[in-house]
Nanobody
Framework: QVQMVESGGGSVQSGGSLRLSCAAYGYTYNLHCMGWFRQAPGKEREGVATIDSDGATTYADSVKGRFTISQDNAKNTLFLQMNSLKPEDTAMYYC???????????????????WGQGTQVTVSL
């Protein structure tokens, strides 16, 4: 079993930055895909960025050039550096992980077995 705990959310003004962290605990040695997802009120959860155990990354078009996903394998920690934040980035942000050996880590939520509890990001004008 794997537990995932996010931190780093908060409130910022438009154009500001935040760095989210996600610590993974437990049986983490075989995790392949890890990712960040977000869900705004009244909307479906959507993929933001993914990274696999080899370091390959993917990004949603809406965050390319502004967000950077990274990981510290030694500490089993996932990060999301968010720059140039916009009000439309406001959402609950979740980290997720799965041991599945996807060729390219997917953005659909059903592909991920382990989820954190979420951390709120609010961006104001």
């Amino acid at each position: 079993q794997v537990q995932m705990v996010e931190s780093g959310g908060g409130s910022v003004q438009s154009g500001g930055s935040l760095r989210l962290s996600c610590a993974a605990y437990g049986y983490t040695y075989n995790l392949h895909c890890m990712g960040w997802f977000r869900q705004a009120p009244g909307k479906e959860r959507e993929g933001v960025a993914t990274i696999d155990s080899d370091g390959a990354t993917t990004y949603a078009d809406s965050v390319k050039g502004r967000f950077t996903i990274s990981q510290d394998n030694a500490k089993n920690t996932l990060f999301l550096q968010m720059n140039s934040l916009k009000p439309e980035d406001t959402a609950m942000y979740y980290c997720a992980a799965d041991p599945g050996r996807f060729r390219s880590c997917p953005f659909w939520t059903s592909a991920y077995k382990y989820w954190g509890q979420g951390t709120q990001v609010t961006v104001s004008l």
